[in-house]
């Protein structure tokens, strides 16, 4: 009877384990799709000054050479002066021909303090996103990521 109870204990254990890692799995979002990776890349480059808040890309860093998937997407917004960040002016584009709104897919990581993705799923190859963001006032900023994916 003692070991008919200590084999129930561990398949339920088991069982609890299995669902647990089946929602880890389940919890990362796929930022960027197959086949949208395969797209042709936009070669379109965005230059100016500009007042509107400051977009510091806090990871992937720029320049860390090739990461993993999923990955850690994670910007930081900082608006000036008196001004607050636009939340609903967020726009992340995946820089490829035709270009793709990524924005619904983030949005419930956006703050107005920025956008935090713990494991974005992105397959693998060299990726741009395109981040424009607005404050109160009406100053806008845009900034380019660029990252790599191993397989």
Do not use: W
Request: proline content about 7%.
């Amino acid at each position: 009877m003692h070991q008919r109870t200590i084999a129930c204990r561990l398949i339920g254990a088991c069982a609890v384990l299995a669902a647990v890692l089946a929602a880890g799995a389940a919890s990362a979002l796929q930022l960027i799709t197959t086949s949208e990776a395969a797209l042709p890349a936009d070669h379109s480059h965005y230059r100016g000054i500009s007042r509107g808040p400051t977009v510091a890309v806090v990871s992937p860093l720029p320049g860390a050479g090739s990461i993993k998937s999923p990955l850690h997407l994670k910007i930081k917004f900082q608006p000036h002066g008196a001004a607050k960040i636009d939340v609903d002016s967020v726009l992340l584009t995946y820089m490829k021909e035709p270009t793709v709104d990524l924005t619904q897919r983030i949005k419930p990581y956006i703050t107005a303090g920025g956008i935090d993705v713990e494991d974005a799923e992105v397959p693998p190859g060299t990726h741009t996103l395109r981040l424009n963001i607005a404050d109160s006032d009406g100053h806008t900023s845009t900034t380019d990521l660029t990252f790599s994916v191993s397989k």
